[in-house]
């Protein structure tokens, strides 16, 4: 696996401001931004079809 993409706090929070009414009460961006600080990437997996193995 390549991680291709780390987001940082400000990308947290324009990602999680449209689901601001979705958060449980009590919840603010801020929170969800600590929760997910350092835990949210995008990435590649680079994989190699076994041998012998039949297309499906």
Do not use: H
Request: charged share 30%; glycine share 6%.
């Amino acid at each position: 696996m390549q991680i291709t993409r780390r987001y940082d706090r400000d990308e947290l929070a324009e990602l999680a401001e449209p689901l601001r009414d979705e958060l449980p009460a009590g919840r603010t961006v801020a929170d969800a931004v600590d929760a997910l600080d350092g835990a949210l990437a995008s990435a590649f997996i680079r994989a190699v079809k076994p041998l012998g193995q039949a297309p499906r």
